[in-house]
């Protein structure tokens, strides 16, 4: 158990539509970082928030956007849903140390239809 | 460009040790992490390199190469429980990691 969780744990959503996906950070950090994994291959990095402001941006289009909160929870939002955004999502939160590993939710298992 | 190569997919027996290597071209180097990720389920961290050589945790060491661009994950006195994918990644300047889509390493009695 990392402390860090997401919900919902599955989503099945229709092409065009809008999704909203919730991390809550481990108590301590002050960053989270959200990646889109898909079947097979490894996490590739969407953005990272720090103290509610995006500090860093993988490549992802725009309809692709995030918000955290005062109490370091997150959320990713995904506008006009493709079906090419089936995939596992998982945020990531981590402190400020010198490792600075990150510590990974459950993940939400998205489909798109 | 930004590329991580690790095998697809290894074999090995529990009580044996196994080796997975990693190599990686990327434009900064933060350091090197290594996580392991069972099916269904969320990345765990495993090890962390920034200097060159070994570091040493329990049954799994990690080694890194700045100069090569080449690291491994050493697993000793392999157990059933470590069949899992193990991923390699590498943190490119302050946040992003970059990865490596994983090794599933399979363990056989």
């Known amino acids: 158990e990392t402390g860090v969780t997401q919900s919902p744990t599955h989503l099945i959503k229709t092409r065009g539509q809008q999704v909203t996906l919730r991390c809550s950070s481990q108590s301590g950090h002050n960053t989270v970082s959200w990646y889109q994994q898909a079947l097979g291959q490894g996490p590739q990095f969407i953005f990272q928030?720090?103290?509610?402001?995006?500090?860093g941006r993988g490549n992802f289009p725009p309809r692709f956007s995030g918000l955290q909160f005062p109490n370091y929870s997150s959320e990713l939002n995904v506008n006009a849903l493709e079906l090419d955004d089936s995939a596992l999502y998982l945020c990531a939160s981590g402190g400020a140390g010198e490792v600075n590993e990150q510590f990974f939710g459950p993940g939400t298992r998205l489909t798109v239809l | 460009g930004q590329n991580i190569d690790q095998p697809t997919e290894m074999t090995a027996t529990e009580g044996a040790i196994v080796q997975i290597n990693c190599t990686y071209q990327?434009?900064?180097?933060?350091?090197l992490f290594w996580y392991q990720q069972h099916a269904g389920e969320a990345p765990t961290f495993l090890s962390y390199?920034?200097l060159d050589g070994l570091e040493e945790k329990g049954r799994f060491s990690s080694f890194l190469s700045r100069s090569k661009g080449y690291s491994y994950l050493l697993l000793k006195e392999l157990q059933m429980k470590d069949s899992a994918s193990y991923l390699c990644?590498?943190?490119?300047?302050?946040?992003?990691?970059?990865w490596g889509a994983g090794t599933k390493l399979i363990i056989k009695p």
């Open positions: 990644a590498v943190r490119d300047g302050d946040y992003q990691l970059i």
């Open positions: 928030y720090y103290r509610e402001e995006e500090n």
């Open positions: 390199n920034v």
């Open positions: 990327t434009s900064g180097f933060n350091g």
